[in-house]
DNA sequence: CCATAATTGCGAACAGTGTTTGCAGTTTAC
DNA sequence: GTAAACTGCAAACACTGTTCGCAATTATGG
């Protein structure tokens, strides 16, 4: 249901409670069951439901790498837009159709690609690892603040926030990492 | 408290409820809040308490390249060790001292890399996120067993499952993975 | 057009959760 | 030895997911 997705986005995995969801379309919350057998079916719906996000899937034009990090580029965006996911993806049973649809189109992507199927297979892994890992990052927004933690038993992390912030580095980090991981993991050495 | 842990090692992080972690230690629910604030707090202590497991840190000896992987390979065992470390690591309230010595080593150990503060940070991030999905990975033991799934939709992936289940690369995926994405990060490039 | 069957909506209740409260029982301090 | 502080904990509260039973509604068929 959107109406679970609205909430998720608003306030959290947390806060989708049937009964929430229920007050949000003006019903009961044993009406859920209805059409849901638990709520652990919800959240897989959810997952789907917004894979469905990662469409259309670009054409293997150019190079498969390009094509790769460009796919790479619209998961961890689908991420940042709904932060509750990086919780649902834990969960084995959240792959649904547009899950195994976007792995298919990796595949797809990768045909060029002299490699085994388990390598292949790994580099999606990796691949979305790192988009999701990116989307954290973002999403959460450097909370390392170290709120109230004395900081002094640490002389290196001290010494580092001494140092002046120096701007991010120029060339974009993920794709950067991107590349050079699936180019090591796919290729036998260079492109 | 090291009850906590053991019920989260046999049967998962859903398990610690403070009524079962009192009764293993043969006490009541309410006796706990005398030493903990919260739920959250035990989950905290728990995250802690584990991240203490990393140590010793290896010393900077030789490359610093090679000691990072090796940091790196022992929290995948800990998180191979703990699978519900996993569910804990998004939590930010999880980063207590451990988890900061352990970052202050791999700031040291990175001391002879020409890099800004930012870069190394992103570096650590990505090296833990790599550490983790490759625990996840061996804990959750492929779990795309596609159990009710039609894939006929989907003419790669069954294309790929038709070939013969080739051995898994001879390399150690872990480390080439790890380090290709390392060096990429922290160095303006090759070695 | 009505009677019967099937489907849907949902209030109430159950078992479980984290947490608070109040009060006995025990230990410590003076 | 008495007062004060600390500890353990049963009972209760608010909340959760889920089930049950029964009305209300819709569809079916004669």
């Known amino acids: 249901m959107t109406?679970?997705?609205?909430?998720?986005?608003?306030d959290g995995l947390a806060a989708v409670s049937m009964r929430a969801v229920a007050a949000q379309l003006?019903?009961?919350a044993a009406s859920l069951y209805r059409y849901l057998s638990s709520r652990d079916?919800?959240?897989?719906?959810?997952?789907?439901?917004v894979a469905a996000e990662l469409r259309p899937y670009p054409e293997p034009d150019g190079d498969w790498l390009d094509t790769l990090v460009r796919m790479a580029r619209a998961q961890r965006a689908v991420h940042e837009r709904h932060p509750w996911?990086?919780?649902?993806s834990q969960r084995a049973s959240a792959i649904g159709p547009e899950?195994?649809?976007?792995?298919?189109a990796c595949l797809k992507v990768m045909a060029p690609v002299d490699a085994p199927f388990a390598a292949k297979f790994?580099?999606?892994g990796m691949m979305?690892?790192?988009?999701?890992?990116?989307?954290?990052?973002?999403?959460?927004g450097e909370s390392l603040t170290f709120v109230g933690l004395d900081v002094t038993p640490y002389p290196h992390l001290l010494a580092?926030?001494?140092q002046p912030a120096a701007a991010p580095p120029a060339t974009d980090l993920f794709e950067r990492a991107l590349r050079s991981l699936l180019r090591g993991l796919l290729t036998p050495d260079g492109s």
Chains 1, 2 share one sequence.
């Open 85 to 88: 996911l990086f919780e649902l």
């Open 99 to 104: 899950a195994l649809g976007f792995f298919d």
């Open 26 to 28: 003006k019903t009961g």
């Open 41 to 49: 079916d919800l959240l897989d719906l959810m997952a789907d439901r």
């Open 160 to 162: 580092a926030f001494r």
């Open 128 to 140: 979305n690892g790192v988009a999701i890992l990116f989307a954290r990052k973002r999403t959460a």
């Open 122 to 124: 790994e580099a999606i």
């Open 3 to 10: 109406a679970a997705i609205a909430i998720a986005d608003a």
